[in-house]
T-cell receptor
Framework: EDQVTQSPEALRLQEGESSSLNCSYT??????LFWYRQDPGKGPEFLFT???AGEEKEKERLKATLTKKESFLHITAPKPEDSATYLCAVQAGPSNTGKLIFGQGTTLQVKP | DTEVTQTPKHLVMGMTNKKSLKCEQHMGHRAMYWYKQKAKKPPELMFV???????INESVPSRFSPECPNSSLLNLHLHALQPEDSALYLC???????????FGPGTRLTVL
């Protein structure tokens, strides 16, 4: 069964304290891995798509990387406005159905 | 422009009411989705429309009825809902089914 697991569930950082969020996946035939940011009561905001092992994407203080078993979202020198829930999702399987399998998310709190 | 709009933002309805949620995108995307999200949980896929045809129904109860009038619009018709159907309902769209999905802000639904 396809599965996506995110760790940790919650992370508290001081402003400027860099860290990484993990997304491990067990799927048959990865078609794409997606990172989203979600603020309370709002829809998920698309951050990155990764398609193959070794691929990296960057946006401001965020950098996403992908291996054959997991993805990391590195946050460099975070600011309080980076506080949110970060969701990882994968598309997998023999056909392009569009179905995303989400992890449970990591809730990040950055304190000033 | 990567905007998906949803109306209304909030909806309170009784169990005997009939209401509709609306979603619109003008990005030329050909795939559109409905998700349901409960508090502190990831979004759960309900329906996928690809090129205006229903391609996935994730065993959703018949009290939820999707409709795709054209490539830019997606509706979700609600009838005889239960209190446990209270949730954030998210619409998303993508260029095609294997591409990144862009989410709208959601409709907060409360069933009394």
């Amino acid at each position: 069964e396809d599965q996506v697991t995110q760790s940790p569930e919650a992370l508290r950082l001081q402003e400027g304290e860099s860290s990484s969020l993990n997304c491990s996946y067990t799927v048959s035939g990865l078609r794409g891995l997606f990172w989203y940011r979600q603020d309370p009561g709002k829809g998920p905001e698309f951050l990155f798509t990764l398609y193959s092992a070794g691929e990296e994407k960057e946006k401001e203080r965020l950098k996403a990387t992908l291996t054959k078993k997991e993805s990391f979202l590195h946050i460099t020198a975070p600011k309080p406005e980076d506080s949110a829930t970060y969701l990882c999702a994968v598309q997998a399987g023999p056909s392009n159905t569009g179905k995303l399998i989400f992890g449970q998310g990591t809730t990040l709190q950055v304190k000033p | 422009d990567t905007e998906v709009t949803q109306t209304p933002k909030h909806l309170v309805m009784g169990m005997t009411n009939k209401k509709s949620l609306k979603c619109e995108q003008h990005m030329g995307h050909r795939a559109m989705y409905w998700y349901k999200q409960k508090a502190k949980k990831p979004p759960e896929l309900m329906f996928v429309y690809s090129y205006e045809k229903l391609s996935i129904n994730e065993s959703v109860p018949s009290r939820f009825s999707p409709e795709c009038p054209n490539s830019s619009l997606l509706n979700l018709h609600l009838h005889a809902l239960q209190p446990e159907d209270s949730a954030l309902y998210l619409c998303a769209s993508s260029q095609d089914t294997p591409r990144a999905q862009y989410f709208g802000p959601g409709t907060r639904l409360t069933v009394l």
